[in-house]
């Protein structure tokens, strides 16, 4: 079992930068290749962005892709999501996520592919 923390959320002003971070259990971490997705108010919960275990690898769905950098600090257990120039549609619950063994990072993950899941941070952009 492994349990996830998010945090970093808030509420933020167009073009604004936010910071997410997400704190892992385990002493494997460093195995686990891991994903950031959101829901928004009545849509279903998307992709973000995927990282390798090593931290070598990075994939991004176009929604966010040129504005957020998604990175991991494995002596921390921990995986971040720095996000740019922000804007209202980005508005929404952000989760981060393990992906199931075998799932490589590179394609656009669903949540099928995920096996362990956060809480969820909120993310509030006001324009």
């Known amino acids: 079992q492994v349990q996830l923390v998010e945090s970093g959320g808030g509420l933020v002003q167009a073009g604004g930068s936010l910071r997410l971070s997400c704190a892992a259990s385990?002493?494997?971490?460093?195995?686990?290749?891991m994903g950031w997705f959101r829901q928004a108010p009545g849509k279903e919960r998307e992709f973000v962005a995927a990282i390798a275990g090593s931290g070598g690898m990075t994939y991004y769905s176009h929604s966010l892709k040129g504005r957020a950098t998604i990175s991991r600090d494995n002596a921390k257990n921990t995986v971040y999501l720095q996000m740019n120039s922000l804007e209202p549609e980005d508005t929404a619950v952000y989760y981060c996520?393990?992906?199931?063994?075998?799932?490589?990072?590179?394609?656009?993950?669903?949540?099928?592919?995920?096996?362990?899941w956060g809480q969820g941070t909120q993310v509030t952009v006001s324009s």
């Open positions: 385990g002493r494997i971490f460093r195995t686990y290749n």
């Open positions: 996520a393990v992906a199931r063994f075998g799932v490589t990072v590179g394609i656009h993950w669903s949540e099928g592919d995920m096996v362990y």
